[in-house]
Nanobody, 134 residues
Framework: QVLLVESGGGSVQAGDSLRLSCTASGDTICISTLGSMGWYRQAAGKERELVAT???????NYADSVKGRFTISRDLAKNTVSLQMNSLNPEDTAVYYC?????????????????????????WGKGAPVTVHS
C-alpha cells in the first residue's frame, strides 16, 4: 500500500508564489526505485491534467502552460515531491493532486517480492486546493 499526503495549498494573488509538497508512505521503495511522482491538477468543470512529473531516474516533464514558472523536485530518500509555483495566474486555480506510479521491475528486480503486487499501479493524494485571485 502507498499513501500520498499533500500540503501547501492556499489562496494567493496573481504573481505570487506557492510551494506544494507531497510525502509518500508505505512500500515507498517501489516508487523510489521504479516509479514516477508528480502533480496533476483539475480546475472546476475541466478534466484532470498533468502539471509536472519526475521519474526515479530524474527525468522531468512539464505541461507547456507551466514551463518556466513551475519547478518540480523530488527527494528519493525522503519519498517526497515538491512543486514550486512562481508567477501564478488565475488560470492556475485548481485542485492539485499528488501522483505516484510504480513501474515494472521484473522477477530479477531486487525488491520484486515486495513490489510485484504494485507493478503498474497509480496512486493519488486527496488534493490541495490552490486559488489565484486576479
Amino acid at each position: 500500500q502507498v499513501l500520498l499526503v499533500e500540503s501547501g495549498g492556499g489562496s494567493v494573488q496573481a504573481g505570487d508564489s506557492l510551494r506544494l509538497s507531497c510525502t509518500a508512505s508505505g512500500d515507498t521503495i517501489c516508487i523510489s526505485t521504479l516509479g514516477s511522482m508528480g502533480w496533476y491538477r483539475q480546475a472546476a468543470g475541466k478534466e484532470r491534467e498533468l502539471v509536472a512529473t519526475s521519474s526515479s531516474g530524474g527525468i522531468t516533464n512539464y505541461a507547456d502552460s507551466v514551463k518556466g514558472r513551475f519547478t518540480i523536485s523530488r527527494d528519493l530518500a525522503k519519498n517526497t515531491v515538491s512543486l514550486q509555483m512562481n508567477s501564478l495566474n488565475p488560470e492556475d486555480t485548481a485542485v492539485y493532486y499528488c501522483y505516484a506510479n510504480v513501474g515494472y521491475g521484473g522477477r530479477y528486480y531486487a525488491h520484486h517480492g515486495v513490489c510485484a503486487r504494485y507493478y503498474g499501479m497509480d496512486y493519488w493524494g486527496k488534493g490541495a486546493p490552490v486559488t489565484v485571485h486576479s
